[in-house]
């Protein structure tokens, strides 16, 4: 059974700031792994895709890496700002033939202070 | 174009009640998943419709069912509500390509209050 793991769970950062967040998982066996951002009380937006063959992915100011056979995977944020604040949430797709499924960590909550 | 579109965006229930969600998926979408996300958590899978049938399902009880159209829009049931179906209720949408899953596209939510 896919598990999902993020770190930290809650970050409080100065703008500017750059930071890290981290996603683990327990079977690498994934089809691809998506990061999204999502705000209070809202859906879900997806931020960066990497497919399983892929070792990075950048849009903007953020970048996200995939170590496929280490089950981790880190987004990078540079020069934060306090739209920035979210949950960015990691998940991981697993497909068979039958369908598909994402498997989601459950989260970093992040405050970005002016 | 329309993004994924799910109603209603707000439903409050008493417990023991039935309730039923709709999604509509991207244009050009055939695959319809359901994720339910409680308070403070990450989603958690539900099910899977492509081609009117369930393909894919989570570790969630029979109260559960769902159905898809053949204009590919789907239904999410719940039966015999309990407190702990309380969460706000996630729909992605997706294309299959030569077989392999295209990228979930996921719509606002419906947030379901069981009381």
């Known amino acids: 059974k896919q598990e999902v793991t993020q770190i930290p769970a809650a970050l409080s950062v100065p703008e500017g700031e750059n930071l890290v967040l981290n996603c683990s998982f327990t079977?690498?066996?994934?089809?691809?792994l998506q990061w999204f951002r999502q705000d209070p009380g809202k859906g879900l937006t997806s931020l960066l895709l990497?497919?399983?063959?892929?070792r990075e992915q950048t849009s903007g100011r953020l970048n996200a890496s995939l170590d496929k056979s280490s089950g981790r995977s880190t987004l990078y944020i540079a020069a934060s700002q306090p739209g920035d604040s979210a949950t960015y949430l990691c998940?991981?797709?697993?497909?068979?033939?039958?369908?598909?499924?994402?498997?989601f960590g459950e989260g970093t909550q992040l405050t970005v202070n002016p | 174009d329309a993004g994924v579109t799910q109603s209603p965006t707000h439903l409050i229930k008493t417990r023991g009640q039935q309730v039923t969600l709709r999604c509509s998926p991207k244009?050009?979408?055939?695959?319809v998943s359901w994720y339910q996300q409680a308070l403070g958590q990450g989603p958690q899978f539900i099910f899977q419709?492509?081609?009117?049938?369930?393909?894919q399902r989570g570790n969630f009880p029979d109260r559960f069912s769902g159905h898809q159209f053949p204009n590919y829009s789907s239904e999410l049931n719940v039966n015999a509500l309990l407190l702990g179906d309380s969460a706000l209720y996630l729909c992605?949408?997706?294309?299959?390509?030569?077989?392999?899953?295209?990228?979930?596209?996921f719509g606002p939510g419906t947030r379901l209050t069981v009381t």
């Open positions: 992605a949408s997706s294309r299959r390509l030569a077989g392999r899953p295209g990228e979930q596209y």
């Open positions: 079977d690498s066996a994934i089809y691809n």
């Open positions: 990497i497919q399983s063959s892929q």
């Open positions: 998940a991981v797709r697993s497909w068979g033939t039958s369908g598909s499924r994402l498997t």
């Open positions: 244009s050009g979408h055939d695959t």
């Open positions: 419709y492509y081609e009117e049938e369930e393909r």
